[in-house]
């Protein structure tokens, strides 16, 4: 019997990978020596794809279905070997198969704040976590450039590689948006999914793809949450001095109920200052308003009266307007007299400055004329 004979003779192989795991990415089909037999049988399932590497080099990917590895079947392996068709003996290759279904529930965050500009509170910081999907979509590459010779490649070698992408991502997107933090919240689906196609095209180059990017949370920083809820108490409070009487009532009732600095005399006097604050609201009626029978407030002072101006009509003519301190630097220097006519604003026609009442006492300074004249 001659040596092909021998050859042809062999059990043939039946090649496969059924995979219970949850986060094998890639696994290397072992054979000793990686001979594989001429005319073996290769099964890819759905969610698989089979890639050949002959001699160090990429030769072939295969899809799902059932495959005879027979140099007919093979076409770039064969150009690559130069094999006679009658050739049938083993051939040293590696099979690497890859798992192609999504790779679900990967967890994903911030590690630091992310600045950003926001429109309504300026400069701030925000954190953001959520959930992603992994899926490999060229086999070839990502063998090339992710797993190289690695013989059982899981999710976990990656998956920090593919968060820093999704963080740089994420970050820049959302420090550009110009969406303000508090209105994150209701758009969430829309930057998960300009975040997807940035990944996209990110992770393209290694033959993945994000088919799924989820955003969980939006997070301010703790100094900035308290000030905002402080924001909204006040507004539900809706009077300031209402406002402050709850949180002093709320300080008192928390002091009552810590059991430190005396236990039962802290209670006590909690309770007292409790009462005298309950006592203290009642009086002044709901929300701080303050009863009818209360004393009134001070009434507020009247307004500054209003000074008026005048114009002073001789010869015919009109001249000012004048105010009250020029007309008395006017008598003192005997150019305004009793008899000048004067009227300003509301004054029932043109009188005599002496008979201004307002006026008339820029005169009294002045002697008044020699009798007989």
Not at 149 to 173: A, K, L, P, Y
Not at 265 to 288: C, E, I, K, S, T
Request: net charge negative.
């Amino acid at each position: 019997m001659g040596i092909l004979d021998f050859l042809s003779g062999q059990f043939i192989d039946v090649i496969h990978w059924v995979d219970d795991t949850r986060d094998t990415m890639v696994w290397r089909f072992e054979r000793e020596g990686h001979e594989i037999k001429y005319g073996a049988k290769l099964t890819v399932r759905e969610g698989q794809a089979a890639v050949f590497v002959h001699e160090g080099q990429l030769a072939d990917v295969f899809t799902p279905g059932l495959y005879m590895l027979e140099t007919n079947n093979m076409p770039i392996m064969t150009s690559l070997q130069h094999w006679d068709h009658a050739f049938q003996s083993p051939f040293k290759s590696e099979i690497y198969f890859v798992n192609t279904t999504r790779f679900t529930d990967l967890k994903w965050g911030t590690k630091n704040p992310i600045m950003l500009r926001d429109p309504e509170f300026g400069p701030t910081r925000i954190r953001a976590f959520g959930t992603y999907s992994v899926r490999v979509t060229d086999p070839a590459r990502f063998l090339q450039e992710i797993v190289g010779t690695d013989g059982e490649f899981t999710m976990d070698e990656i998956s920090f590689q593919v968060r820093n992408i999704i963080v740089q991502s994420f970050s820049r997107i959302i420090a550009g948006s110009g969406i303000p933090v508090l209105d994150m919240a209701a758009n969430t689906a829309d930057l998960g999914k300009l975040v997807a196609a940035e990944l996209t095209r990110a992770v393209s180059e290694y033959g993945l793809s994000i088919p799924e990017f989820y955003i969980e949370n939006i997070s301010l920083p703790p100094a900035v949450e308290q000030a905002l809820d402080k924001r909204t108490s006040m507004g539900l409070a809706g009077d300031l001095g209402a406002f402050t009487q709850y949180s002093a009532a709320e300080a008192m009732t928390a002091a009552s109920s810590n059991p430190a600095g005396g236990g039962g005399m802290g209670a006590g006097l909690g309770m007292g200052m409790g009462m005298a604050m309950a006592q203290q609201l009642a009086n002044q009626g709901p929300w701080g308003a303050v009863p009818a029978q209360a004393s009134p407030a001070a009434a507020p002072p009247p307004p500054p009266p209003v000074e008026h101006v005048w114009h002073i009509a001789e010869d015919g003519k009109t001249h000012g307007p004048y105010s009250k301190a020029k007309l008395g630097r006017m008598a003192a220097e005997g150019t305004l007299t009793r008899d000048t006519h004067v009227w300003t604003a509301g004054q029932d026609g043109w009188l005599k400055a002496g008979e201004v009442q307002e006026l008339a006492q820029l005169f009294t300074i002045l002697p008044p004329p020699p009798p007989g004249t």
